[in-house]
T-cell receptor, first 118, second 113 residues
């Protein structure tokens, strides 16, 4: 079974600065997807960014980018120019790409609570 | 707004009772997933339906059941409720059933007293 680990329960960053959230995962599969979801105080789960394991290029979405290290099974999220609205719980998630397995589920890490200080 | 709707937003009930949570997926999405978020268990996958058929099962209790209807909306039924069932229940949907991104609804917050 796949596992996802976020070793930083809490992080803080100054507004306009850059912060990196860590995520590691364990899998024996070669093809999979990785995601970062954001959960603000409203509790809504919002997709931040997605990475396909077969792609070597790191995904970017505006101020959000990832550092995907497949061999190390590491998937960190970098938030640049942090804004007050970035304050939220961030979850790293894994999903198998194998069509016929029960891997269609998302496996989540424990989450990292990000505080943005003005 | 993800396009996934869930009702009700909040539910307060007593132990031993039964409740039904409802989810409408994004237009065009065939797959629906249910997740439970609790303080002690984190975010856990419960069950997936694809075009009306059960596709995958996770850590879903026998007291819980779900179905997906011909119009693709889904219901999660929770019975013989216990205090520990208090949680935020999310529904998510995706176009098919594998690989692509899941979009989450706003969740139903269940409190069992």
């Amino acid at each position: 079974a796949q596992t996802v680990t976020q070793s930083q329960p809490e992080m803080s960053v100054q507004e306009a600065e850059t912060v990196t959230l860590s995520c590691t995962y364990d899998t024996s599969e070669s093809d999979y997807y990785l995601f970062w979801y954001k959960q603000p105080p409203s509790r809504q789960m919002i997709l931040v960014i997605r990475q396909e394991a077969y792609k070597q290029q790191n995904a970017t979405e505006n101020r959000f980018s990832v550092n995907f290290q497949k061999a190390a099974k590491s998937f960190s999220l970098k938030i640049s120019d942090s804004q007050l609205g970035d304050a939220a719980m961030y979850f790293c998630a894994y999903r198998s790409a194998e069509r016929e397995t029960s891997g269609s589920r998302l496996t989540f890490g424990e989450g990292t609570q990000l505080t943005v200080n003005p | 707004d993800s396009g996934v709707t869930q009702t009700p937003k909040h539910l307060i009930t007593a132990t031993g009772q039964r409740v039904t949570l409802r989810c409408s997926p994004r237009s065009g999405d065939l797959s629906v997933y249910w997740y439970q978020q609790s303080l002690d268990q984190g975010l856990q996958f419960l069950i997936q339906y694809y075009n009306g058929e059960e596709r995958a099962k996770g850590n879903i209790l026998e007291r819980f059941s779900a179905q997906q209807f011909p119009d693709l909306h889904s219901e999660l039924n929770l019975s013989s409720l216990e205090l520990g069932d208090s949680a935020l229940y999310f529904c998510a949907s995706s176009v098919r059933g594998w690989g692509e991104t899941q979009y989450f609804g706003p969740g139903t917050r269940l409190l069992v007293l």
